[in-house]
């Protein structure tokens, strides 16, 4: 019998099995660097946290405002460059988006004011919001149903190599030269990375390299009308829907502890920026593994049967119990328990994350995934602009008491799985506008 990767081509003879390519992981291979990259530089901050409100004496309300800054743009780029890539396609929207946001992570290092650094967090965020719609895109034109959640959640897995490689970087970079230095080198990287997409990216009908039996293989699934869809017709669709509620409840969980981990490492147990070091890669590794074990999983489903909304849910049951714990993490002594504790509900939230991206394309037409992710992730980014506000102002009102924070990133994670379950097509009810059996 063929397996998953396999094209059967009968003849006059006999049936025969004809091995396809991998070139489509080399696409996936390109998006997760896009991805480590774009975490690398939106990290930066959160680990200078610390160094930043000692050199230019900021509040924690001040900090907040800034990342609140970062997530209003971000949500426009998000919704607006999404759109884009539906228009322009995503070798020329992509490779554009990172150059300016590149760009914009050097400019950092010309900072010295709140307002300065809320200029170029605004033209970061705007620039980085490509990514994501970019990237879910990509995987919807280079892989079929069955493996989009495992491509989605090894991109995805990019987000925590840049978290885990931030924390590597960034102190060394302060201890030999200064935090300005830091912002420079690690915008500089995503010019290399740019060209190398440009050299290497193409649609998969239009790919030299790729053989007819991968394409064949990648177009496997039915096809469906690719019909251009207006902006206020996508909020009629129940994938839509699905995707805001799943993004806006996980999102602001994820931005709180990318900017605010290392901060509450530092005052809750006093550890410096390179004592931090160790736990942060701990942590962000462990996010790494859930990444592509949560797309793996409902993967895995799928080829063994499950129906593919079914999966999903599961995957999104078995992650949103894997955050629970996590409230504990504030009221434990040592260290590395709240290090264990934090890394747990990392993982299993990118597990989670890599499942609600995956959602768009299971329940929307190709041609309309970029957008419709992009209105998921500027619903969510402004939720968590006011967030990150909160946030600010609970740490100064509370005198730097993080329990209540942990408390609620515990719990978003079920109530989105409630919401999405009451939201999504039920099981038997017939296909979804992306062809799939429900």
């Known amino acids: 019998m063929p397996d998953g990767n396999t094209v059967v081509a009968p003849s006059l003879a006999a049936a025969v099995v004809t ?80 150059a300016a ?70 102190p060394l970079l302060v201890l030999f030269w200064n935090w300005r230095v830091a912002f420079l080198v690690t915008g500089a990287i995503g010019f290399t990375w740019m060209v190398a997409w440009l050299l290497i990216y193409r649609r998969p009908e239009e790919h030299p390299k790729l053989s007819a039996a991968e394409l064949a293989y990648i177009r496997s699934d039915p096809v469906t009308d690719q019909v251009r869809i207006p902006w206020l017709k996508l909020l009629g669709y129940r994938g839509t829907w699905a995707n805001i509620a799943g993004t806006c409840l996980s999102a602001p969980v994820w931005w709180f502890y990318l900017n605010w981990v290392p901060g509450f490492l530092s ?8 004592e931090a070091m160790l736990p942060l890669v701990v942590i962000y590794c462990m996010a790494d593994i859930g990444s592509v074990g949560g797309g793996w999983l409902s993967s895995h489903l799928i080829k063994r049967g499950v129906k593919t909304l079914r999966a999903r849910k ?24 709240a290090v264990l504790l934090i890394g747990v509900a990392a993982s299993a939230h990118q597990g989670y994350s890599a499942n609600v991206y995956t959602i768009v394309s299971d329940t929307m037409p190709q041609s309309a995934v970029g957008s419709v992710v992009g209105i998921g992730g500027f619903a969510a980014y402004i939720v968590s602009m006011f967030v990150s506000m909160g946030v600010g102002r609970l740490l100064d009102a509370t005198h730097g008491n993080y329990r209540i924070l942990f408390a609620i990133a515990s719990s978003l994670y079920l109530i989105g799985l409630v919401s999405m379950h009451l939201i999504l097509p039920k099981t038997g009810s017939g296909k979804t506008p992306a062809g799939i059996e429900v």
């Not at 005052?267 to 390179?274: P, R, T, V």
């Not at 995957?315 to 328990?337: E, R």
């Open 19 to 98: 091995k396809i390519g991998h070139y489509r992981w080399t696409i996936c291979a390109l998006l997760f660097f896009a991805t480590t990259i774009n975490y690398l530089d939106r990290q930066v901050i959160g680990l200078l946290k610390p160094t930043l409100m000692a050199d230019l004496h900021w509040t924690e309300t001040d900090f907040g405002d800034i990342v609140a800054t970062f997530s209003l743009f971000y949500a426009f780029g998000y919704v607006g460059i999404g759109r884009l890539m539906d228009k322009v396609g995503v070798r020329l929207g992509l490779s554009c988006s990172v």
């Open 101 to 170: 946001w590149s760009l914009f992570a050097c400019l950092h290092a010309a900072m010295s004011s709140v307002l300065g650094f809320k200029v170029v967090r605004a033209g970061l965020g705007i620039s980085e919001g490509g990514n994501f719609p970019a990237c879910i895109k990509s995987v919807a034109e280079w892989f079929p149903v069955k493996e989009r959640a495992l491509a989605t959640g090894i991109f995805n897995a990019g987000s925590n190599v840049g978290a885990v490689a931030a924390p590597i970087i960034v």
């Open 267 to 274: 005052k809750q147990y006093g550890i410096n920026l390179m």
């Open 314 to 337: 599961i995957a999104f049951l078995v992650c949103g119990l894997c955050v629970l714990p996590v409230f504990m993490a504030s009221q434990v002594d040592n260290v590395w328990w």
